[in-house]
């Protein structure tokens, strides 16, 4: 069960990104913190997990090593060592980040030697970011993905890449969940699912036909 541990971390998480709203829109992102801490719970995470999940993001937009450290002291070293595991930058400047590209590459080599707590953070965190993409070009069409760093194809491509590194851990993150997301952002799209992030998963008329 939840102890006042996971209440402190999710004030704690609310006051660091206050200010800070999705991308493009007006959505408080304490929104998406709450939805990536959700589904870690939901697929079996425990406490120092779900924590994790809640402050995922701290390092990279709010604070950079200062707010890693202050994560360390006030939750403990496990939690602070998936934030770090699931941080592609760790500097206090957004101007100091190197380019998009460059990040997403360096934070996919890590991912592939992540252990069953990263993983779950990681592709709940990456489920989430689909699920709103999906959300916004179905309502607002394929602008909607004019507010990204990188094009389309490029995040499908990122998208592809983080089913291949977190491949191994199928039975314990939503790794397939991603994958029917990326399959539904090309279609959406009209654009071609990355080659070999897609397993053989059955369409709808094939389980129609079981």
Known sequence: MLTDRFARALVYAERLHRRQRRKGNDIPY????LAVSATVLEYGGDEDTAIAALLHDAVEDQGGLPTLREIEAQ????????VEACTDSVTADPAAKLPWEDRKRSYLAHLAEANADVALVAAADKLHNLTAMIRDVRRDGA???????????????????VV??????????????IERGIETMAGLLGLPAPAGAITSLPTIAAASRA
């Open 30 to 33: 304490v929104a998406h913190l």
């Open 75 to 82: 939750f403990g070293s496990r939690v602070a060592a998936i």
């Open 143 to 161: 602008a909607a993905m004019n507010r990204f760093k990188a094009p389309p194809e490029r995040q499908l491509w990122y998208f592809g890449e």
């Open 164 to 177: 291949k590194a977190l491949g191994q851990h199928r039975a314990t993150a939503p790794v397939e969940e």
